[in-house]
Protein backbone atom coordinates (compact mmCIF):
# COMPACT_ATOMS: atom_id res chain seq x y z
CA UNK A 1 0.00 0.00 0.00
CA UNK A 2 2.66 2.57 1.05
CA UNK A 3 4.48 1.39 -1.92
CA UNK A 4 1.43 3.30 -4.27
CA UNK A 5 2.02 6.07 -2.44
CA UNK A 6 5.98 6.33 -2.45
CA UNK A 7 6.22 7.35 -6.21
CA UNK A 8 3.19 10.46 -6.15
CA UNK A 9 5.26 11.61 -2.79
CA UNK A 10 8.58 11.61 -4.35
CA UNK A 11 7.36 13.20 -7.45
CA UNK A 12 5.76 15.83 -5.25
CA UNK A 13 8.91 16.60 -3.13
CA UNK A 14 10.22 16.79 -6.52
CA UNK A 15 8.30 19.77 -7.35
CA UNK A 16 8.59 21.31 -4.12
CA UNK A 17 12.37 21.52 -4.18
CA UNK A 18 12.01 22.09 -7.96
CA UNK A 19 9.64 25.30 -7.43
CA UNK A 20 11.62 26.91 -4.19
CA UNK A 21 15.05 26.52 -6.26
CA UNK A 22 13.60 27.74 -9.72
CA UNK A 23 11.58 30.97 -7.59
CA UNK A 24 14.24 31.66 -5.33
CA UNK A 25 17.01 31.92 -8.57
CA UNK A 26 14.50 34.83 -9.56
CA UNK A 27 16.78 37.22 -7.82
CA UNK A 28 19.99 35.91 -7.80
CA UNK A 29 22.80 36.13 -10.29
CA UNK A 30 23.31 35.74 -13.25
CA UNK A 31 20.00 36.50 -14.89
CA UNK A 32 18.85 35.16 -18.20
CA UNK A 33 17.10 37.75 -19.36
CA UNK A 34 17.26 36.44 -23.19
CA UNK A 35 15.86 32.99 -22.56
CA UNK A 36 13.45 34.80 -20.42
CA UNK A 37 12.05 36.88 -23.76
CA UNK A 38 12.44 33.58 -25.95
CA UNK A 39 10.16 32.33 -23.94
CA UNK A 40 8.12 34.85 -23.30
CA UNK A 41 7.69 35.14 -27.18
CA UNK A 42 7.31 31.32 -27.75
CA UNK A 43 4.53 30.62 -24.75
CA UNK A 44 3.15 34.10 -24.70
CA UNK A 45 2.67 35.45 -28.06
CA UNK A 46 2.84 32.03 -29.56
CA UNK A 47 -0.24 31.58 -27.87
CA UNK A 48 -2.29 34.21 -28.91
CA UNK A 49 -4.72 33.29 -32.05
CA UNK A 50 -5.43 30.45 -30.34
CA UNK A 51 -6.22 31.68 -26.82
CA UNK A 52 -8.29 34.99 -29.31
CA UNK A 53 -10.10 32.14 -30.59
CA UNK A 54 -10.96 29.94 -27.66
CA UNK A 55 -11.76 32.90 -26.01
CA UNK A 56 -14.49 34.61 -28.46
CA UNK A 57 -15.72 30.92 -29.02
CA UNK A 58 -16.20 30.37 -25.16
CA UNK A 59 -18.01 33.81 -24.93
CA UNK A 60 -20.21 32.78 -27.72
CA UNK A 61 -21.26 29.52 -26.99
CA UNK A 62 -21.38 30.64 -23.01
CA UNK A 63 -24.05 33.22 -24.51
CA UNK A 64 -25.96 30.85 -26.87
CA UNK A 65 -26.45 28.74 -24.17
CA UNK A 66 -27.80 31.28 -21.47
CA UNK A 67 -30.23 32.55 -23.71
CA UNK A 68 -32.38 29.74 -23.45
CA UNK A 69 -32.27 29.29 -19.62
CA UNK A 70 -32.57 32.97 -19.07
CA UNK A 71 -35.88 33.72 -21.40
CA UNK A 72 -37.47 31.40 -19.02
CA UNK A 73 -37.32 33.49 -16.53
CA UNK A 74 -37.49 36.98 -18.80
CA UNK A 75 -34.17 37.31 -17.29
CA UNK A 76 -32.62 37.87 -21.21
CA UNK A 77 -31.50 41.42 -20.14
CA UNK A 78 -28.70 39.40 -17.52
CA UNK A 79 -26.97 37.45 -20.50
CA UNK A 80 -23.88 40.25 -20.21
CA UNK A 81 -23.53 39.77 -16.31
CA UNK A 82 -23.62 36.27 -16.97
CA UNK A 83 -21.38 35.80 -19.98
CA UNK A 84 -18.49 38.50 -17.64
CA UNK A 85 -18.77 36.47 -14.80
CA UNK A 86 -18.26 33.05 -15.44
CA UNK A 87 -15.42 34.26 -18.14
CA UNK A 88 -13.62 36.19 -15.44
CA UNK A 89 -13.97 33.96 -12.65
CA UNK A 90 -13.63 30.51 -14.60
CA UNK A 91 -13.64 29.96 -18.03
CA UNK A 92 -11.17 32.54 -19.31
CA UNK A 93 -8.65 31.29 -16.39
CA UNK A 94 -9.28 27.89 -16.92
CA UNK A 95 -9.53 27.32 -20.63
CA UNK A 96 -6.38 29.73 -21.26
CA UNK A 97 -4.32 27.69 -18.70
CA UNK A 98 -5.29 24.24 -20.29
CA UNK A 99 -4.83 25.45 -23.61
CA UNK A 100 -0.81 26.78 -22.94
CA UNK A 101 -0.49 23.65 -20.28
CA UNK A 102 -1.00 21.19 -23.97
CA UNK A 103 1.26 23.89 -25.95
CA UNK A 104 3.94 24.79 -23.41
CA UNK A 105 4.02 22.05 -20.91
CA UNK A 106 4.22 19.71 -23.70
CA UNK A 107 6.80 21.56 -25.32
CA UNK A 108 9.18 22.36 -22.00
CA UNK A 109 8.73 18.56 -21.34
CA UNK A 110 9.80 17.65 -24.59
CA UNK A 111 12.61 19.91 -24.84
CA UNK A 112 14.43 19.52 -21.99
CA UNK A 113 13.81 15.69 -21.94
CA UNK A 114 15.71 15.54 -25.24
CA UNK A 115 18.54 18.05 -23.69
CA UNK A 116 18.43 15.58 -20.88
CA UNK A 117 18.81 12.40 -23.02
CA UNK A 118 21.31 13.95 -24.95
CA UNK A 119 23.19 14.73 -21.77
CA UNK A 120 22.37 17.95 -23.05
CA UNK A 121 21.88 19.20 -19.39
CA UNK A 122 24.81 17.14 -17.99
CA UNK A 123 26.99 18.64 -20.12
CA UNK A 124 25.35 22.75 -19.10
CA UNK A 125 26.42 21.53 -15.58
CA UNK A 126 29.64 20.43 -16.80
CA UNK A 127 30.44 23.73 -18.41
CA UNK A 128 29.38 25.89 -14.87
CA UNK A 129 25.76 26.71 -15.71
CA UNK A 130 23.04 25.61 -13.21
CA UNK A 131 20.33 24.14 -15.40
CA UNK A 132 17.89 25.25 -13.22
CA UNK A 133 18.15 28.67 -13.39
CA UNK A 134 18.72 28.57 -17.35
CA UNK A 135 16.12 26.49 -17.97
CA UNK A 136 13.78 26.04 -15.26
CA UNK A 137 13.50 29.84 -13.94
CA UNK A 138 13.24 31.90 -17.61
CA UNK A 139 10.30 29.50 -18.27
CA UNK A 140 8.90 29.70 -15.41
CA UNK A 141 9.07 33.96 -15.75
CA UNK A 142 7.75 33.38 -18.93
CA UNK A 143 4.97 31.80 -18.22
CA UNK A 144 3.94 33.69 -15.19
CA UNK A 145 4.08 36.96 -16.80
CA UNK A 146 2.03 35.98 -19.86
CA UNK A 147 -0.43 33.41 -18.60
CA UNK A 148 -2.53 36.30 -16.81
CA UNK A 149 -2.45 38.40 -19.66
CA UNK A 150 -3.11 36.22 -21.89
CA UNK A 151 -6.10 35.61 -19.70
CA UNK A 152 -6.76 39.22 -19.76
CA UNK A 153 -6.91 38.88 -24.07
CA UNK A 154 -9.17 35.59 -23.73
CA UNK A 155 -11.67 37.37 -21.12
CA UNK A 156 -12.20 40.28 -22.97
CA UNK A 157 -12.31 38.65 -26.57
CA UNK A 158 -15.16 35.98 -24.77
CA UNK A 159 -17.27 39.43 -23.39
CA UNK A 160 -17.44 40.39 -27.15
CA UNK A 161 -17.88 36.50 -28.29
CA UNK A 162 -20.69 37.10 -26.20
CA UNK A 163 -21.78 40.53 -26.92
CA UNK A 164 -21.80 39.42 -31.05
CA UNK A 165 -24.00 36.27 -29.98
CA UNK A 166 -26.61 38.44 -27.44
CA UNK A 167 -27.04 41.37 -29.44
CA UNK A 168 -26.83 41.38 -33.34
CA UNK A 169 -27.51 37.51 -33.38
CA UNK A 170 -30.40 36.73 -31.25
CA UNK A 171 -31.56 40.58 -30.15
CA UNK A 172 -31.75 39.16 -26.48
CA UNK A 173 -30.57 42.76 -24.96
CA UNK A 174 -29.35 46.32 -26.34
CA UNK A 175 -25.57 46.89 -27.26
CA UNK A 176 -25.37 49.61 -24.23
CA UNK A 177 -27.70 47.31 -21.52
CA UNK A 178 -25.11 44.38 -22.31
CA UNK A 179 -21.71 46.31 -21.93
CA UNK A 180 -22.98 47.84 -18.86
CA UNK A 181 -24.33 44.68 -17.19
CA UNK A 182 -20.72 42.80 -18.16
CA UNK A 183 -18.73 46.02 -16.46
CA UNK A 184 -21.07 46.34 -13.62
CA UNK A 185 -21.23 42.89 -12.57
CA UNK A 186 -17.67 42.33 -12.29
CA UNK A 187 -16.40 43.26 -8.63
CA UNK A 188 -12.42 43.48 -7.11
CA UNK A 189 -13.57 40.06 -5.93
CA UNK A 190 -14.21 38.41 -9.58
CA UNK A 191 -11.20 40.34 -10.87
CA UNK A 192 -8.69 39.02 -7.74
CA UNK A 193 -9.42 35.30 -8.77
CA UNK A 194 -9.41 35.80 -12.10
CA UNK A 195 -5.82 36.85 -12.19
CA UNK A 196 -4.73 35.07 -9.24
CA UNK A 197 -5.46 31.86 -10.93
CA UNK A 198 -3.68 32.12 -14.11
CA UNK A 199 -0.79 33.34 -11.90
CA UNK A 200 -0.96 29.85 -9.87
CA UNK A 201 -1.96 28.30 -13.38
CA UNK A 202 1.40 29.07 -14.92
CA UNK A 203 3.68 28.00 -11.96
CA UNK A 204 2.04 24.65 -12.45
CA UNK A 205 2.45 24.58 -16.36
CA UNK A 206 6.09 25.75 -16.30
CA UNK A 207 7.45 23.73 -13.27
CA UNK A 208 5.47 20.23 -14.19
CA UNK A 209 7.00 20.60 -17.73
CA UNK A 210 10.31 21.58 -16.42
CA UNK A 211 10.11 18.53 -13.85
CA UNK A 212 8.91 15.88 -16.23
CA UNK A 213 11.19 17.20 -18.73
CA UNK A 214 14.30 16.85 -16.46
CA UNK A 215 13.63 13.69 -14.84
CA UNK A 216 13.08 11.96 -18.30
CA UNK A 217 15.15 8.64 -18.86
CA UNK A 218 15.16 6.33 -21.42
CA UNK A 219 15.49 7.69 -24.51
CA UNK A 220 13.69 9.01 -27.01
CA UNK A 221 10.57 6.68 -25.69
CA UNK A 222 11.40 8.63 -22.22
CA UNK A 223 10.81 11.73 -23.76
CA UNK A 224 7.37 10.91 -25.61
CA UNK A 225 6.04 9.87 -21.73
CA UNK A 226 7.70 12.46 -20.08
CA UNK A 227 5.63 14.99 -22.67
CA UNK A 228 2.26 13.46 -22.16
CA UNK A 229 2.64 12.54 -18.24
CA UNK A 230 3.34 16.06 -18.48
CA UNK A 231 0.18 17.60 -19.99
CA UNK A 232 -2.02 15.09 -17.98
CA UNK A 233 -0.51 15.92 -14.96
CA UNK A 234 -0.35 19.81 -15.43
CA UNK A 235 -4.10 19.69 -16.76
CA UNK A 236 -5.47 17.46 -13.44
CA UNK A 237 -3.58 20.08 -10.80
CA UNK A 238 -4.95 22.96 -13.02
CA UNK A 239 -8.54 21.66 -12.30
CA UNK A 240 -7.53 21.21 -8.66
CA UNK A 241 -6.66 24.08 -7.85
CA UNK A 242 -9.33 25.95 -9.25
CA UNK A 243 -11.82 24.26 -7.32
CA UNK A 244 -9.39 25.20 -4.34
CA UNK A 245 -8.85 29.09 -5.20
CA UNK A 246 -12.85 29.06 -5.71
CA UNK A 247 -13.65 27.30 -2.74
CA UNK A 248 -11.50 30.33 -1.09
CA UNK A 249 -13.23 33.13 -2.61
CA UNK A 250 -16.91 32.08 -2.63
CA UNK A 251 -16.56 32.84 0.88
CA UNK A 252 -15.13 35.95 1.00
CA UNK B 1 44.27 24.72 -8.54
CA UNK B 2 46.83 25.86 -10.53
CA UNK B 3 49.12 23.49 -12.97
CA UNK B 4 52.71 23.37 -12.68
CA UNK B 5 54.37 21.37 -15.50
CA UNK B 6 57.16 20.31 -13.48
CA UNK B 7 55.81 19.11 -10.04
CA UNK B 8 53.90 15.89 -10.47
CA UNK B 9 50.44 16.15 -8.36
CA UNK B 10 47.29 14.12 -8.24
CA UNK B 11 44.54 15.62 -9.95
CA UNK B 12 42.03 13.09 -9.33
CA UNK B 13 41.42 10.01 -6.80
CA UNK B 14 38.66 8.07 -6.38
CA UNK B 15 38.76 5.84 -3.16
CA UNK B 16 36.59 2.75 -2.37
CA UNK B 17 34.11 4.78 -4.25
CA UNK B 18 30.41 2.66 -4.47
CA UNK B 19 27.27 4.05 -6.01
CA UNK B 20 24.30 2.19 -6.44
CA UNK B 21 20.57 3.67 -7.84
CA UNK B 22 17.54 2.52 -5.60
CA UNK B 23 18.40 -0.92 -4.55
CA UNK B 24 19.40 -2.38 -7.42
CA UNK B 25 23.11 -3.59 -7.54
CA UNK B 26 25.88 -1.81 -6.97
CA UNK B 27 26.81 0.29 -10.63
CA UNK B 28 30.06 0.96 -9.02
CA UNK B 29 31.78 -1.14 -6.83
CA UNK B 30 34.30 -0.08 -4.80
CA UNK B 31 36.40 2.08 -7.27
CA UNK B 32 39.58 3.52 -6.18
CA UNK B 33 41.83 5.60 -8.84
CA UNK B 34 44.83 7.80 -9.13
CA UNK B 35 45.17 10.27 -11.82
CA UNK B 36 48.66 12.11 -11.86
CA UNK B 37 49.74 15.23 -13.91
CA UNK B 38 50.42 14.47 -17.23
CA UNK B 39 48.90 10.75 -17.25
CA UNK B 40 46.66 9.35 -19.63
CA UNK B 41 44.53 6.71 -18.43
CA UNK B 42 42.19 4.24 -20.81
CA UNK B 43 39.60 3.05 -19.26
CA UNK B 44 38.14 0.01 -20.84
CA UNK B 45 35.34 -2.32 -20.37
CA UNK B 46 32.46 -3.68 -22.08
CA UNK B 47 28.71 -1.49 -22.31
CA UNK B 48 27.23 -1.14 -19.23
CA UNK B 49 30.35 -1.75 -17.22
CA UNK B 50 30.40 1.91 -15.19
CA UNK B 51 32.84 3.43 -17.34
CA UNK B 52 30.23 6.25 -18.14
CA UNK B 53 29.71 6.39 -14.26
CA UNK B 54 32.46 7.05 -12.71
CA UNK B 55 33.10 9.97 -15.31
CA UNK B 56 29.69 11.47 -13.66
CA UNK B 57 30.68 10.85 -10.23
CA UNK B 58 34.60 12.73 -11.43
CA UNK B 59 32.60 15.44 -12.46
CA UNK B 60 30.02 15.54 -9.29
CA UNK B 61 27.39 15.14 -12.23
CA UNK B 62 26.79 11.72 -9.76
CA UNK B 63 27.01 11.71 -5.99
CA UNK B 64 28.66 8.83 -4.70
CA UNK B 65 27.04 6.88 -1.88
CA UNK B 66 30.09 5.98 -0.27
CA UNK B 67 33.92 6.45 -0.69
CA UNK B 68 35.41 10.16 -1.61
CA UNK B 69 36.18 11.94 -4.50
CA UNK B 70 39.77 14.13 -4.77
CA UNK B 71 40.29 16.52 -7.44
CA UNK B 72 42.96 18.69 -7.81
CA UNK B 73 44.09 17.88 -4.07
CA UNK B 74 40.76 18.95 -1.85
CA UNK B 75 37.93 16.88 -0.95
CA UNK B 76 35.15 17.43 -3.28
CA UNK B 77 32.63 14.55 -2.08
CA UNK B 78 30.18 16.83 -0.10
CA UNK B 79 30.70 19.76 -2.76
CA UNK B 80 27.08 21.44 -3.15
CA UNK B 81 26.56 22.65 -7.28
CA UNK B 82 27.81 25.90 -6.29
CA UNK B 83 31.68 24.60 -5.30
CA UNK B 84 31.15 22.17 -7.68
CA UNK B 85 31.22 25.02 -10.66
CA UNK B 86 34.25 26.58 -9.13
CA UNK B 87 35.96 22.78 -9.60
CA UNK B 88 34.63 22.31 -12.78
CA UNK B 89 35.97 25.21 -13.80
CA UNK B 90 39.18 23.43 -14.41
CA UNK B 91 37.80 20.17 -16.60
CA UNK B 92 37.19 19.43 -19.87
CA UNK B 93 34.72 17.17 -21.01
CA UNK B 94 33.71 15.51 -24.14
CA UNK B 95 30.36 13.78 -23.69
CA UNK B 96 29.38 10.47 -25.22
CA UNK B 97 27.50 12.30 -28.04
CA UNK B 98 29.21 14.88 -27.85
CA UNK B 99 26.33 16.75 -25.51
CA UNK B 100 26.67 20.04 -28.31
CA UNK B 101 23.63 22.39 -26.87
CA UNK B 102 21.06 21.96 -30.14
CA UNK B 103 19.87 25.19 -30.00
CA UNK B 104 23.03 27.32 -30.09
CA UNK B 105 25.53 27.72 -33.39
CA UNK B 106 28.66 25.70 -33.42
CA UNK B 107 30.45 29.11 -32.24
CA UNK B 108 28.37 29.57 -29.22
CA UNK B 109 29.00 25.98 -28.43
CA UNK B 110 32.53 26.60 -28.19
CA UNK B 111 32.50 29.53 -26.87
CA UNK B 112 30.50 28.68 -23.96
CA UNK B 113 32.96 27.82 -21.51
CA UNK B 114 34.80 30.94 -21.98
CA UNK B 115 31.70 33.64 -22.07
CA UNK B 116 30.05 31.49 -19.21
CA UNK B 117 33.28 30.97 -17.67
CA UNK B 118 34.98 34.71 -17.78
CA UNK B 119 32.12 36.49 -18.70
CA UNK B 120 33.51 37.64 -21.59
CA UNK B 121 31.58 38.73 -24.49
CA UNK B 122 31.39 36.31 -27.62
CA UNK B 123 33.29 38.94 -30.07
CA UNK B 124 36.02 38.71 -27.00
CA UNK B 125 36.34 35.38 -27.30
CA UNK B 126 35.82 35.03 -31.25
CA UNK B 127 39.37 34.74 -32.28
CA UNK B 128 40.04 31.78 -29.55
CA UNK B 129 37.07 30.41 -30.82
CA UNK B 130 38.03 30.21 -34.59
CA UNK B 131 41.56 28.67 -33.65
CA UNK B 132 39.89 26.51 -31.80
CA UNK B 133 38.05 25.43 -34.14
CA UNK B 134 40.59 25.08 -37.15
CA UNK B 135 42.68 23.08 -35.10
CA UNK B 136 40.23 20.43 -35.06
CA UNK B 137 39.44 21.40 -39.13
CA UNK B 138 36.15 23.00 -38.56
CA UNK B 139 37.18 26.10 -39.21
CA UNK B 140 34.29 26.73 -41.77
CA UNK B 141 31.35 25.64 -39.96
CA UNK B 142 31.16 29.00 -37.35
CA UNK B 143 27.73 29.48 -38.07
CA UNK B 144 26.21 26.36 -38.33
CA UNK B 145 23.74 23.90 -36.13
CA UNK B 146 24.88 20.87 -34.68
CA UNK B 147 22.27 19.27 -35.97
CA UNK B 148 23.85 20.20 -39.66
CA UNK B 149 26.89 17.90 -38.72
CA UNK B 150 28.00 14.86 -38.67
CA UNK B 151 28.70 12.82 -35.95
CA UNK B 152 32.42 12.64 -36.50
CA UNK B 153 32.63 16.38 -36.84
CA UNK B 154 30.51 16.98 -33.81
CA UNK B 155 32.79 14.96 -32.00
CA UNK B 156 35.62 17.31 -33.02
CA UNK B 157 33.37 20.20 -32.24
CA UNK B 158 33.24 18.64 -28.82
CA UNK B 159 37.03 18.15 -28.39
CA UNK B 160 37.24 21.86 -29.62
CA UNK B 161 34.84 23.28 -26.40
CA UNK B 162 36.13 20.49 -24.36
CA UNK B 163 39.61 21.88 -24.46
CA UNK B 164 39.03 25.21 -25.02
CA UNK B 165 39.14 27.01 -21.61
CA UNK B 166 43.09 24.74 -21.25
CA UNK B 167 41.64 22.59 -17.98
CA UNK B 168 43.91 20.78 -16.31
CA UNK B 169 42.14 17.60 -16.59
CA UNK B 170 40.24 16.79 -19.79
CA UNK B 171 37.72 13.74 -19.71
CA UNK B 172 36.49 12.12 -23.20
CA UNK B 173 33.84 9.83 -22.87
CA UNK B 174 33.89 7.30 -25.73
CA UNK B 175 35.41 9.96 -28.13
CA UNK B 176 35.37 7.25 -31.27
CA UNK B 177 32.31 5.15 -30.62
CA UNK B 178 29.56 5.09 -33.64
CA UNK B 179 32.79 6.19 -35.78
CA UNK B 180 34.11 4.80 -39.13
CA UNK B 181 37.94 3.90 -38.24
CA UNK B 182 39.56 6.31 -40.21
CA UNK B 183 37.55 9.33 -38.29
CA UNK B 184 37.95 7.56 -35.44
CA UNK B 185 41.59 7.39 -35.73
CA UNK B 186 41.35 11.24 -36.90
CA UNK B 187 39.79 12.09 -33.67
CA UNK B 188 42.53 10.22 -31.92
CA UNK B 189 44.83 11.85 -33.50
CA UNK B 190 43.43 15.28 -32.40
CA UNK B 191 43.27 14.03 -28.97
CA UNK B 192 46.68 13.20 -28.72
CA UNK B 193 47.85 16.30 -30.06
CA UNK B 194 45.54 18.11 -27.39
CA UNK B 195 47.72 16.03 -24.91
CA UNK B 196 51.26 16.99 -26.51
CA UNK B 197 50.17 20.36 -27.07
CA UNK B 198 48.58 21.00 -23.62
CA UNK B 199 49.93 19.04 -21.41
CA UNK B 200 46.75 18.03 -20.22
CA UNK B 201 46.19 15.05 -17.97
CA UNK B 202 43.08 13.03 -19.33
CA UNK B 203 41.18 10.21 -18.96
CA UNK B 204 39.63 8.76 -22.17
CA UNK B 205 36.87 5.89 -21.96
CA UNK B 206 36.28 3.40 -24.85
CA UNK B 207 35.83 0.16 -26.20
CA UNK B 208 38.01 0.09 -28.70
CA UNK B 209 41.94 -0.81 -28.06
CA UNK B 210 43.52 0.68 -30.86
CA UNK B 211 42.39 3.91 -29.15
CA UNK B 212 44.60 2.76 -26.14
CA UNK B 213 47.09 1.49 -28.16
CA UNK B 214 47.75 5.32 -30.10
CA UNK B 215 48.10 7.33 -26.70
CA UNK B 216 50.20 4.96 -25.45
CA UNK B 217 52.50 4.38 -28.39
CA UNK B 218 52.54 7.37 -29.88
CA UNK B 219 52.80 11.18 -30.09
CA UNK B 220 52.11 14.07 -32.23
CA UNK B 221 54.73 15.61 -33.90
CA UNK B 222 54.65 19.25 -34.73
CA UNK B 223 57.26 19.64 -37.76
CA UNK B 224 55.60 17.02 -39.29
CA UNK B 225 52.01 17.04 -37.97
CA UNK B 226 51.57 13.50 -37.88
CA UNK B 227 51.92 11.35 -35.54
CA UNK B 228 54.88 9.29 -34.72
CA UNK B 229 55.98 6.63 -32.48
CA UNK B 230 57.02 7.20 -29.26
CA UNK B 231 61.18 5.23 -28.55
CA UNK B 232 60.79 2.30 -26.57
CA UNK B 233 62.42 3.50 -23.02
CA UNK B 234 60.94 6.83 -23.49
CA UNK B 235 59.38 7.96 -19.93
CA UNK B 236 56.10 9.39 -22.20
CA UNK B 237 55.41 5.48 -22.61
CA UNK B 238 55.03 4.94 -18.66
CA UNK B 239 52.64 8.07 -18.29
CA UNK B 240 49.88 6.18 -20.49
CA UNK B 241 47.85 3.44 -18.14
CA UNK B 242 44.66 1.06 -19.04
CA UNK B 243 42.69 0.38 -16.66
CA UNK B 244 39.46 -2.32 -17.63
CA UNK B 245 36.02 -2.49 -15.78
CA UNK B 246 33.57 -5.03 -15.61
CA UNK B 247 30.14 -4.79 -13.85
CA UNK B 248 31.18 -1.61 -11.53
CA UNK B 249 34.44 -3.23 -10.41
CA UNK B 250 38.35 -2.17 -11.87
CA UNK B 251 39.46 -6.01 -12.77
CA UNK B 252 42.55 -4.79 -14.34
CA UNK B 253 45.03 -1.76 -13.75
CA UNK B 254 48.24 -1.38 -15.95
CA UNK B 255 50.57 -1.23 -19.01
CA UNK B 256 49.90 -1.91 -22.13
CA UNK B 257 52.45 -4.88 -21.80
CA UNK B 258 50.60 -6.10 -18.61
CA UNK B 259 47.30 -5.80 -20.46
CA UNK B 260 48.68 -8.13 -23.41
CA UNK B 261 50.05 -10.24 -21.15
CA UNK B 262 46.83 -11.00 -18.80
CA UNK B 263 45.49 -14.32 -19.42
CA UNK B 264 41.76 -13.46 -17.75
CA UNK B 265 39.37 -13.96 -20.76
CA UNK B 266 37.36 -10.98 -20.09
CA UNK B 267 40.60 -8.82 -19.82
CA UNK B 268 42.42 -10.91 -22.68
CA UNK B 269 39.06 -9.57 -25.17
CA UNK B 270 40.37 -6.17 -24.98
CA UNK B 271 43.70 -6.51 -25.95
CA UNK B 272 42.91 -9.23 -28.77
CA UNK B 273 40.97 -6.88 -30.55
CA UNK B 274 44.26 -5.49 -31.44
CA UNK B 275 45.79 -8.71 -33.23
CA UNK B 276 42.03 -9.21 -34.71
CA UNK B 277 42.86 -5.86 -36.80
Request: glycine share 8%.
Amino acid sequence: MLDILKSPIVTFQEFILLAGRATTNIVRRPFYGRDVILQMDTIGVGSLPITILIGFFSGAVMALQMSRALSQYGATGQVGQITAITLVREMGPVLTALLVAGRNASGIASELGSMKVTEQIDAMRALGTDPIKKLVTPRLIATCTTLPLLTIIADFIGIIGGYLVAVPLLALTTSSQYWNNAWRSLEYNDIAQGLLKPLVFAFIISLVGCLYGIRTTGGTQGVGRATTQAVVVASVWIFVCTFLITRVFVNL
Amino acid sequence: MPRTPTERTCILRLENVSLSFDESPKVLDNISLELWTGDTKIVLGAAGAGKTVMFKVALGLLKPTSGRVYLFGQDVTDFDESHWFEVRNHIGVLFQEGGLFDSLTIEENVAYPLVNRSHRTAEEVHPEVEQALRFVELGNTLSKFPSELSGGMRRRVGIARAGISDPALLLYDSPTAGLDPITANNIMTLIVQDRETRNATSAIISHRFQDGHIMANFRYNPDSKRLERIPDGSPLRQRTRFVVMREGRIVFEGSEGELDASTDPYIAKFSMQRSAH
